[in-house]
């Protein structure tokens, strides 16, 4: 177990910020000094933007320790949460500022969803891997061209920054940071009284649309979109297609990198997953049946894929996501198709 028994956090908050970005990581680090006895703690600090209370993205209201204009204690680990406010905050200097001063002296400084566009802000990301929530991931890419962006990625560590994805992957980080300062056992103990995972499996692809590259409605390429998307479980080829375009291979490659930066292969295969998941979280289908349906090699083909693709079987992903009380008429629970 690492040595030092007291870690001294400061967490930012600021108007919109999203409660459960420093909810979640506050309950996580305060179970460290319940469950080792007063042995081992984290002594965590609010620190304002603004002087006064601040009020959430739901409405709670914090009035936090210290503000980023008062003097502030040495602070190991800096977390900045995120929270639709950021986009009002994230440039301001004062806090560019503050967090450039605290980058010089702190082990960690971290980021919680899109609270990473404030340290983009300070210069702390260029030539970093990072990540966002998925839905924010074009803006920041925008943004802040020099990051290095793993869009499916749930936390990423790069040096002394860490970044997450959004909302409950705070607790992600949370336990990631007791892992290092009091050891597995300590991260994995409160995983248990959490109820969480330690590491979950898989990444945000879980969670975001695949097919968020539909071409314009008045382009050439969205009529042999939509032809893909209806017929996922017919066998194609990029001449086949092309062919059905009236275009060469090569141009049709070349419009769909253009207008939906990804090749014609990568687009319906995303479909296909897409669709697969729809009928996991849906219905009772085995998984030859939804196999068939979208177009892939049979039930280990999909398994294949699902695991490349979104770290996670489907039968798992079935298990998580599926609508309570969903079923289909086509119901067939036999257990060599599940």
């Not at 975001?208 to 017919?234: K, R």
């Not at 979280?281 to 892939?296: N, Q």
Request: aromatic fraction near 8%.
């Amino acid at each position: 177990m690492n040595t030092m028994k007291q870690i001294k956090i400061g967490m930012i908050v600021f108007p919109g910020f999203q409660l459960l970005d420093i909810a979640g990581p506050k309950d996580a680090f305060a179970e460290v000094k319940v469950l080792s006895q007063g042995e081992c703690q984290y002594e965590m600090l609010t620190v304002g933007t603004t002087r006064g209370s601040v009020q959430s993205s739901s409405g709670l209201t914090v009035v936090p320790d210290r503000t980023i204009f008062d003097l502030c204690p040495h602070f190991d680990t800096v977390i900045v949460p995120g929270g639709l406010g950021i986009f009002d905050t994230f440039d301001d200097p004062a806090l560019s500022d503050w967090l450039k001063e605290q980058y010089k002296h702190a082990r960690r400084l971290s980021a919680i969803c899109n609270g990473l566009f404030a340290l983009g802000s300070a210069g702390l990301i260029n030539d970093r891997v990072v990540t966002t929530h998925w839905m924010d991931v074009p803006r920041l890419a925008a943004t802040f061209p020099r990051a290095r962006i793993e869009p499916d990625h749930v936390y990423v560590k790069d040096g002394s920054v860490y970044t997450t994805a959004g909302v409950t992957a705070g607790i992600d980080l949370s336990l990631a940071m007791i892992e290092e300062d009091f050891g597995r056992k300590m991260a994995l103990d409160v995983a248990k009284y959490l109820i969480v995972y330690l590491r979950r499996a898989g990444g945000q692809s879980q969670f975001s649309p695949l097919l968020e590259t539909q071409a314009a409605p008045d382009s050439q390429i969205v009529v042999i979109q939509q032809y893909m998307l209806d017929n996922l479980a017919v066998e194609q080829t990029l001449a086949s297609l092309a062919e059905r375009a009236h275009m060469s291979a090569r141009n049709l490659t070349r419009l769909f990198m253009k207008e939906c930066g990804l090749s014609p292969a990568l687009f319906l295969n995303n479909a296909r997953i897409d669709a697969a998941r729809r009928y996991l979280e849906s219905t009772d289908l085995p998984l030859r049946d939804i196999a068939r349906r979208c177009g892939f090699d049979g039930a280990e083909g999909l398994r294949r894929t699902f695991q490349r693709r979104l770290q996670i079987n489907p039968a798992d992903y079935r298990s998580r996501f599926r609508s309570a009380g969903s079923h289909d008429r086509t119901k067939n629970v036999a257990a060599e198709g599940r």
